[in-house]
Every structure is written in C-alpha cells, then in structure tokens.
C-alpha cells in the first residue's frame, strides 16, 4: 500500500522529511494547493492581458537584460530560452538522494501559490519524484545568489523535453524517457521559466541531507567517545550535572546527560582510577560536542524555514493585486548557515581522531598501537595516520566560502553569497566525519578489549554488533577493507527519531 505525503501549506520538518524518504512517500497536492496554484495562474495570465508596462521577469529580459520588453508573442520562447541558456553545470554530478530534495523542496515552494506556474509543471514535478526520476544535474555553476539557476535550469530541461534523466539506474535522454511515460513537453508560460530557476532548492537539498546526517553522526560521536572513554579507562566526573549546570548551554547539558547515560551500570567507569584526570578530548566532550550541537539547532532552523519559503522572483500577490520584484533568492542566510554547520562538524572529527590518538598511544593500560608483539605488528598505527589526514581535509574545507563574493550579470548581480559552494564543501565534511568515527569506533573496540571489567550494557550492545562486522585485530592484517565495514556499520545504525531532533 502506497504512503502518501500530501503537500499542502503545514510546513515540513526533519521528522517529516526524514519519513519522506525512509518511508518512500508518495507526493501528491492537496486540494488546497492545487487552488493556490491555479488561482496564481489565471490572476497572471489576466494581469499580462491587461497591461502594456514591463514587468521583470514576465515581458523582460533577465539579469542585466531587465530594460529589454518582449512582445507577447515571444513570451513563451523567452522561458525556453531562459532554461536552455542558463543550463551550463559542470564538474561531478549531484547525488540522486539530492536532486529527489531538490524536486520535493520545489514542490513546496511553487505550491504556495505565489509563483504563476501551471499546474502541469507541478504535477510533472509530482511524477518525476514519485518515480524516481532525477535529472542529472552538477555541482559546479550557482552563485547562490540569483537563486540556483544553473542547477535548477538543469532541473527544468526535462521538463520541456530537453536533458537527461536517471530512470531505473540507468541514464537516458528525455525523449526515451517521454516515450515510456508518455508525456509530452510542457509549453512554458510567462514567468515560468524564472519560477523554476529561481530559488534555492539546491543548497538548500545539500543542507537538509547534510543535517539530517549530522544529527545522527552528533549523536553516535557520543556513543562512540564513550567507548573511547571506556577503553582509555576514564573517569565520570567530567559529566556530573552540577558542573554543567552552572553554565548551561543547551548542547553541553544534552551531551553530559547523554554520555553519563550510556555509562550506566559500567564496571569500567566505577573502578577506582590511578589518574586524576583525562585528557580534554575525553573530559570536555560536552563542551566540545555540545556547542557542535547547538550550531546544527541553529542550522536546522535557519533550513527549515528556507525549506518552508517562496525563493523566487518576482512574487505574485492575488489578494493584494501586486506583482513584486524582491530578492529572496539570495542564498545568504543558507551561505552562511552552511560554513557555520561546515566547522562544527569538523571538530567533531578533530577532537575524535585526538581521542584515537590517545589510545593507540600506549598510555594506561593499553600496549603501544593496541596490539601483541608491538614493532613485528604496527597494529592501530596507521588508522590514526588516516584520520588525522582526513581532519586536515576537513579544515580546509571549514574555510568559508560566505566570506566571497564576485561580481556577475553586468554589475546588476553586484553580491552573490556562494552558498552552493558552501553547500557542496559542506557534504564532504559531514561525509569526512562518518570515515573518521568509524576509525575511531574501530580503535576504541580494540582498546575495550585489554579491559579489566565489562561497559555498560548499551555500548556492550553496540560492540557486539560490531564485533559481527569487524574481529579483534591480534596481528596485521589489511586494515582497509576494516575501515569501510565501519564505516558501513554506522550506515547502518539506525537511531530513535526521538534521540536525534
């Protein structure tokens, strides 16, 4: 039985969306919507009727080409063109995962009713998702600033029988496509093509996947630092609530809680201690960690509403009987959301990979790189090596791309916030966090196991699903193929909604 999301003005949140996609939701309009949407559409359709004066973006130019008047007769070649013209992607393709956001989060915006499309481009876009038709889009060409265009332009080629598609794993042109289902192309009105390519649906898809993936790897970098924490034989009273309650960030609060909730019932953590404290890396994780989690609320925030907007341009008011030229395409607030989001996450790997060096350091308990007859076997060595280099990967890519601008469209595109770029870095450094856990997680099993008592029966839980993935190391082996299962193993993992927003 089908489950059907339907998109009507209640705004999505990660909960929802996250259904979306776990469930395989199938998109259709309420009724609501599609009123808006048609109502929208005939005030346009009459409104360019009546008047003779240019209105940006419906009888004009684009960009520098404002000035410029289009006869009527030339309105729907001038969207085709707009599309064709501004379709210039270049380097690596978008992830499928993103574009099926891309179209949902289009979808949302035209449904509000301010955008003068037609109804058919909705419904195509409606059956695009629902069949798991993306058109290939890539990384290169927004400036994030006049909305997405080039990415966005590339959404809508199919649209009027132009592009390629991915359909069943497989790439085909639109016209294959066209013959299976059909269709044929949409002849695009006044403002339509604007409407499509204006917004900000592209940094926007990259920062929703971006997020919902950094809530749970925020979440497991606790779990995973406890086990750390664990192996390194540490001490709790770094999380004891009175500590953290007499400087009470939210994200440091949760993560002290968190981490002394895990502990529970621990042999480990209640033996009596040689050392009288730990290293920052373990004792200040919920500094650390928690002020990773207060920026991710603050990100998500900002996208949710993004998310939930009109982006593009002009905007078309019915009941006030005004057609407005604004600029909430401009991808600022996501431009600077994104590199913000971009360094909290990498000091989650930063402080995680200073956690796997403490272990493989011989320090407590622990044998020099954690394993037998150290010097004939290198052991844990090298898996260090591989997350320091990744956290040197990820600091460079945390230098933001907000803090540029450069000029286009003649001077009429003065300041543009290259959130796309801020969009696609970002990606890599969340996807850079869950290969650095993962070697973390790999270390801090084997330290667990020199252990002179059990953990908590949680984390006892967690290790033994590992162990079903990845052995004890007790002599060199190819440590590679070790990393990639842990990191699978986090892929895995699935975590209680309620855990992780």
């Known amino acids: 039985m089908e489950i059907v999301h339907y998109i009507d003005s209640l705004p999505l949140d990660l909960t929802k969306i996250q259904e979306i996609i776990s469930l395989d939701k199938k998109l259709a309009l309420s009724d609501a919507a599609i009123q808006r949407i048609q109502t929208c559409r005939s005030y346009l359709d009459t409104k360019t009727k009546s008047i003779s004066r240019p209105i940006y973006g419906i009888n004009t130019g684009f960009g520098a080409l404002y000035n410029v008047k289009i006869n009527d007769d030339n309105l729907q070649k001038l969207q085709e063109n707009l599309v064709m013209s501004h379709a210039c992607g270049t380097g690596d393709e978008v992830p499928s995962e993103i574009v099926k956001l891309?179209?949902?989060?289009?979808?949302?915006?035209?449904?509000?009713?301010?955008?003068?499309?037609?109804?058919v481009i909705v419904e195509r876009l409606i059956e695009f998702y629902n069949n798991d038709i993306t058109p290939v889009i890539y990384e290169q060409g927004s400036l994030g600033a006049s909305g997405d265009l080039s990415p966005l332009a590339h959404l809508a080629l199919p649209l009027i029988g132009l592009g390629e598609v991915y359909y069943k794993n497989e790439k085909i042109t639109t016209e294959a496509l066209a013959q299976i289902f059909s269709w044929e192309k949409i002849n695009l009105q006044s403002k339509e093509g604007l409407a499509l390519l204006n917004g900000t649906q592209f940094m926007a898809a990259y920062g929703i996947y971006t997020l919902l993936k950094a809530h749970k790897l925020s979440y497991l970098a606790d779990v995973i630092g406890t086990?750390?924490?664990?192996?390194?034989?540490?001490?709790?009273?770094?999380?004891?609530?009175?500590?953290?309650?007499?400087?009470?960030?939210d994200g440091q609060l949760k993560t002290a809680r968190r981490i002394k909730n895990l502990l529970k019932d621990s042999a480990l953590i209640s033996q009596e201690k040689k050392h009288v404290q730990d290293p920052y890396s373990f004792r200040c994780m919920p500094q650390v960690h928690g002020a990773t989690?207060?920026?991710?609320?603050?990100?998500?925030?900002?996208?949710?509403?993004?998310?939930?907007?009109?982006?593009?341009?002009?905007?078309?008011?019915?009941?006030?009987?005004?057609?407005?030229?604004?600029?909430?395409?401009?991808?600022?607030?996501?431009?600077?959301?994104?590199?913000?989001?971009?360094?909290?996450?990498?000091?989650?790997?930063?402080?995680?990979?200073?956690?796997?060096?403490?272990?493989?350091?011989?320090?407590?308990?622990?044998?020099?790189?954690?394993?037998?007859?150290?010097?004939?076997?290198?052991?844990?060595?090298?898996?260090q090596y591989t997350a320091a280099s990744i956290v040197s990967q990820n600091k460079q890519y945390a230098t933001p791309a907000s803090v540029d601008s450069i000029e286009s469209s003649n001077g009429q595109e003065d300041h543009v916030s290259m959130g796309a770029n801020a969009a696609t870095k970002c990606k890599k450094v969340v996807d850079n966090l869950q290969n650095i856990l993962a070697i973390e997680l790999y270390t801090a099993s084997q330290a667990l196991s020199f252990g002179n008592g059990k953990t908590a029966p949680f984390l006892e839980s967690i290790i033994g699903l590992f162990r079903q993935k990845i052995p004890i190391v007790k002599e060199d082996r190819v440590m590679h193929y070790d990393i990639v299962k842990a990191s699978e193993f986090i892929t895995s993992l699935e975590i209680d909604v309620k855990e992780l927003f």
């Open 102 to 119: 891309m179209i949902l989060f289009k979808i949302q915006a035209l449904s509000h009713g301010h955008s003068g499309v037609q109804l």
């Open 293 to 383: 989690k207060d920026t991710i609320r603050f990100v998500t925030k900002t996208f949710l509403t993004e998310v939930n907007s009109v982006t593009d341009n002009p905007n078309i008011f019915v009941e006030e009987d005004e057609i407005i030229s604004g600029g909430n395409f401009h991808g600022q607030p996501l431009a600077l959301g994104l590199d913000f989001l971009a360094i909290a996450i990498s000091e989650l790997g930063n402080i995680s990979e200073r956690r796997t060096y403490q272990l493989v350091s011989g320090h407590r308990h622990l044998p020099p790189f954690l394993v037998a007859n150290p010097g004939l076997n290198s052991g844990f060595m090298i898996p």
């Open 227 to 249: 086990v750390s924490l664990e192996g390194f034989d540490g001490r709790i009273e770094p999380f004891n609530e009175l500590i953290h309650a007499v400087r009470p960030h």
